[in-house]
Nanobody, 119 residues
Framework: QVQLVESGGGLVQVGGSLRLSCAFSGRTFNNYRMGWVRQAPEKEREFVATIDWSGWRTYNGDAVKGRFTISRDNAKNTVYLQMNNLKPEDTAVYYC????????????WGQGTQVTVSS
């Protein structure tokens, strides 16, 4: 079974940066595309970014283009989300996800990590 464990969330001021990490286990990591999806309180789930099995192709949601970067290290079975120039509207629980198809349709999900941006 695939297991995903996010880390790196926390409290940051407007304009600051954070890097989230997601550790993958249970299957062959480079067989899976990976993604990040977030959900803010009382708001709909929102696609953040996705990356293919090799790390050569990425796609970001409109709200984070130019500020967030998804990457993966297949030797470490880890996917990252570098978040720069954070805004209050970035406050959400961030979920790591694996497999599936579509921008926010995945087969496996992590437990989430909280990111809070002060205003």
């Amino acid at each position: 079974q695939v297991q995903l464990v996010e880390s790196g969330g926390g409290l940051v001021q407007v304009g600051g940066s954070l890097r989230l990490s997601c550790a993958f286990s249970g299957r062959t990591f480079n067989n899976y595309r990976m993604g990040w999806v977030r959900q803010a309180p009382e708001k709909e789930r929102e696609f953040v970014a996705t990356i293919d099995w090799s790390g050569w192709r990425t796609y970001n949601g409109d709200a984070v283009k130019g500020r967030f970067t998804i990457s993966r290290d297949n030797a470490k079975n880890t996917v990252y989300l570098q978040m720069n120039n954070l805004k209050p509207e970035d406050t959400a629980v961030y979920y790591c996800a694996a497999g599936g198809s579509g921008r926010d349709k995945y087969d496996y999900w992590g437990q989430g990590t909280q990111v809070t941006v002060s205003s």
